[in-house]
């Protein structure tokens, strides 16, 4: 009899939680969950198994392994990214979701998005160009629920070249030295830290969100109708490709597969000065743009230590979308 209750709560109810947590969390497939939940298993199956000669059944180190490997198996159905620490408990629920990118130190803009959202997504570039990028830091710090690297986070957090259009070289270069004297060390690690791209599910969908492409993540420019984008679409997979950089909004079918830029917020090139962004819910997405106090930031822009000439040509690009 006592063999029997040794085989139920060392063998049989640790596998089952294991199993629930797995079936409740339902894996996809990343490549990590797949590996951490298989080693899940391994450990239990070895330990376990040889709990089940009974004789040392009840000793701390087998309940310790059952343990791991519970935890093991958890992990294997949850998100493992550090900079999107909510679970799969709304895989299965609707969800309306609000994706930005390209802040550029923009809070003004930033901080007037008109839209309430289960949870906000941002593909990146948060700093430079705008008066106030810690404050745009901090905001997605506070708020947002997934964030990938762009090129100018990168530029800030490794001391590298955003390797900018010539024209936008000198304005990225100066106010690349303006964010860097401005935001705290804690801010820049932050920036990073940001993974150059994020697989997510959300109701059911698989989403996979990069700053520029798949192909290359910070740097790589592609123009909205260019063919490249089906080969980019082709590689990751998903249900849905986010991507920015281009600071231009537009929707793609290919395939199956659901491709969104949802332009820039906090520096829009689409010839008007309204923030763009996009809202995806119950497996539609839309385009829409919004009005902020574009002279305020504008007015910033002239106390920023930086040349007079880069101060005209960052309004001007706010004011047309072009320099
Ligand atoms: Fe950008």
């Known amino acids: 009899m006592e063999h029997v209750?040794?085989?139920?709560?060392?063998w049989v109810l640790p596998a089952l939680v294991a199993t629930l947590f797995a079936i409740w969390f339902k894996t996809s497939t990343a490549l990590t969950e797949i590996v951490v939940g298989v080693l899940g298993q391994l450990l239990a199956l070895r330990y376990w198994g040889h709990?089940?000669?009974?004789?040392r059944a009840r000793d701390g180190p087998h309940f310790l392994a059952g343990a791991g490997a519970i935890i093991l198996t958890f992990l294997a159905g949850a998100e493992l990214d550090p900079?999107?620490?909510?679970?799969?408990k709304g895989e299965h629920a609707a969800v309306r979701i609000v994706i930005i990118s390209d802040v550029h130190g923009n809070y003004d803009a930033l901080s007037a998005l008109p839209e309430r959202y289960d949870e906000l997504w941002v593909l990146g570039?948060?700093?430079?160009?705008g008066p106030e990028p810690q404050e745009v830091v901090d905001f997605v710090k506070r708020n947002a629920a997934a964030v990938v690297r762009g090129n100018h986070d990168h530029s800030i957090g490794y001391g590298e070249d955003p390797r900018c259009t010539p024209r936008y070289r000198d304005m990225a270069d100066a106010t690349r030295r303006y964010s860097d004297s401005v935001l705290t060390p804690d801010q820049k690690q932050l920036l990073r830290n940001l993974p150059v791209n994020l697989r997510l599910r959300r109701a059911n969908k698989t989403f996979y969100l990069v700053h520029a492409r798949p192909s290359d993540p910070l740097y790589g420019y592609c123009p909205a109708d260019s063919e490249e984008w089906v080969r980019e679409v082709e590689s990751v997979v998903a249900d849905v490709v986010l991507v920015g950089h281009t600071h231009t909004p537009f929707i793609r079918q290919i395939?199956?597969?659901?491709?969104?830029?949802?332009?820039?917020?906090?520096?829009?090139?689409t010839?008007?000065?309204?923030?763009?962004?996009a809202v995806w819910e119950d497996g539609d997405v839309e385009l829409k743009t919004y009005p902020y106090p574009l002279e305020k930031t504008i007015s910033k822009i002239r106390t920023m230590p930086i040349p007079p000439a880069i101060q005209r040509d960052l309004s001007t690009v706010l004011r047309t979308g072009s320099v």
């Open 51 to 55: 709990a089940a000669g009974w004789r």
């Open 83 to 88: 900079t999107c620490l909510a679970t799969r």
């Open 125 to 129: 570039d948060l700093v430079n160009y």
């Open 5 to 10: 209750w040794i085989l139920a709560s060392v």
């Open 255 to 269: 395939g199956n597969s659901t491709l969104v830029n949802p332009g820039s917020v906090g520096q829009p090139k």
């Open 271 to 277: 010839g008007k000065a309204d923030a763009c962004y």
